[in-house]
């Protein structure tokens, strides 16, 4: 079943035209990985898909409903979450604060916000041993399961994922990814952007090619490994 579909998608910053036409669907269950160069169009698209951004044309439909003309929160509301490039804590709450930043959909439901928190606590249980400590002395990798778990608080269908991995050490990395793929194995869908296009492909089940905002390549993760374009391109291989 298609949970996301995106289609004729134009976005713009000012006159510069950043999204030139893109169509990507994600269906129930999956890890879908969008893959690019720096400039290509991978942030703004999820900053169009979570409306931080509003598109100028095309549309975005999540479980077949229009969301691109819906305000950011209830956007969240209608099951996205969005864990931004570059974690974006708040660095004078302690992680349960930051956690609960998450949860501001629920409003009043007390008994929903810990059950969520307990959730993240479970996948990441690390943060539960600092849950009093200010998000701005964790380490880059406990900053980036609080920015992730901050997103799953909302309880989502789809979590948006940004470049998860970045300035990460690779110990980290590998497990960064493990807890992408254990997020998906407990029913949530994954949209997921990244620089680190090997390991991306490797968690992901397909995958979309981005330069300069349009969708160049597209197919199933395994194919898009053994691509001579994409290795050349993204992976590093001659």
Known sequence: MTLLKIENLHTYYGHIQALKGIHLEVEEGEIVTLIGANGAGKTTTLRTISGLIRPRDGQILLDG???HTLPAHRIVE???AHAP???QIFSTLTVTENLNMGA???????AAIEENRQRVFDLFP????RKNQLGGTLSGGEQQMLTIGRALMARPKLVLLDEPSLGLAPMLVKAIFDTIQ???ARGVTVLLVEQNARAALKVAHRGYVLETGRVVLSGAANELLRDERVRKAYLGEQ
């Open 65 to 67: 409903q229009q969301i």
């Open 78 to 80: 209608a099951g996205i």
């Open 85 to 87: 490039e570059g974690r």
């Open 104 to 110: 501001y959909t629920l409003a009043a439901d007390k």
């Open 126 to 129: 690390r943060l539960e041993e």
């Open 182 to 184: 254990e997020i998906n």
